[in-house]
């Protein structure tokens, strides 16, 4: 079954960084699209970053400068850099893919569990 699995949330002080990484397992032929969303309570949940296939990002106004994000197609793994964190930034983050499972001809999407991102003094 294909799988996001994420990693690298916690608790971080304003202005540090973290790392959060997404890791896409099972059964997949390609994936267009992967990427980051976050919500925070009692707000929308809003798009991140995302890269596609061809390496083309995309990042939510509020963080850009501070975030990158980069993939690694052999491993089928994104990775957002987050540097200079404000409070603002907290929120759960949810990792996201369009792909193409074995099998299938158009593309599904998948979400992460979620992991949590605090930045608090």
């Known amino acids: 079954q294909v799988r996001l699995v994420e990693s690298g949330g916690g608790l971080v002080q304003p202005g540090g960084s973290l790392r959060l990484s997404c890791a896409a397992s099972?059964?997949?032929?390609?994936?267009?699209?992967m990427g980051w969303y976050r919500q925070a309570p009692g707000k929308q949940r809003e798009l991140v970053a995302s890269?596609?296939?061809?390496?083309?990002?995309n990042y939510a106004d509020s963080v850009k400068g501070r975030f990158t994000l980069s993939r690694d197609g052999a491993k089928n793994t994104v990775y957002l850099q987050m540097n200079s964190l404000k409070p603002e930034d907290t929120a759960v983050y949810y990792c996201?893919?369009?792909?193409?499972?074995?099998?299938?001809?158009?593309?599904?999407?998948?979400w992460g569990q979620g992991t949590q991102v605090t930045v608090s003094s």
């Open positions: 890269i596609t296939s061809g390496g083309s990002t």
């Open positions: 099972g059964s997949i032929l390609s994936i267009n699209v």
């Open positions: 996201n893919a369009h792909l193409i499972p074995i099998g299938e001809i158009f593309d599904h999407i998948y």
